[in-house]
């Protein structure tokens, strides 16, 4: 958005997801470890046993819902991680729902398969239209870039980090 500072942008080096699936588990093993910390609930809307894989093995409390949007629980949670497009009928109100079900400071990790350059902006908008923040871009690609090649990373998959996000007043600022 014009005016507001650009957020970072990381490379991940990961596998792609398989056909049919959201993440692959290398994904899902760095989203779980890179926002959430062990007491931290995981609300997995996505497609495929990657991300309860590494919601198991880093001992990390979830709900898994893999590709529902129903039955989130009472308690606010750390991370939500969804596919997109959702199933939701408008994504200013599905991410409103995210906002609702996230601690301060929680997180929402929206994973797209990369290439089509106005899905992330649609995505970005609505998010901030709900009272989301956004955070950080990932890039995920199939191997990390090399020392002193200019060559073009193979990039498969795009992931905006949203966040509900408090100014020292308590005030949602997204």
């Known amino acids: 958005m014009p005016g507001d500072p650009p957020v970072p942008i990381t490379v991940w ?3 792609a997801p398989r056909a049919g699936e959201t993440m692959s588990d290398a994904m899902g093993v760095r989203l779980v470890h890179n926002l959430t910390h062990p007491s931290g609930l995981v609300i997995d809307l996505t497609t495929g046993p990657q991300l309860a894989r590494a919601v198991i093995a ?3 409390r979830s709900h898994l819902h893999a590709g529902r949007h129903v039955g989130w629980g009472r308690e ?3 991370l939500i991680v969804t596919g997109w497009p959702g199933t939701a009928a408008s994504p200013v109100g599905f991410f409103q729902r995210c906002l609702a079900n996230l ?11 990369h290439g089509d350059v106005i899905v992330p902006v649609d995505v970005v908008v609505a998010a901030r239209q709900a009272g989301l923040a956004y955070l950080q871009h990932v890039v995920a690609a199939d191997r990390p870039p090399r020392r002193g090649h200019q060559g073009l990373l193979d990039i498969h998959t795009d992931v905006l980090i949203l966040t509900r996000s408090t100014t020292s007043a308590g005030q949602a600022d997204g």
Do not use: E, K, S, T
């Open 58 to 60: 880093a001992r990390r």
């Open 103 to 113: 601690v301060p400071g929680g997180c929402v990790a929206v994973l797209l398969p």
């Open 13 to 15: 080096p990961v596998p």
């Open 76 to 78: 606010p949670a750390m």
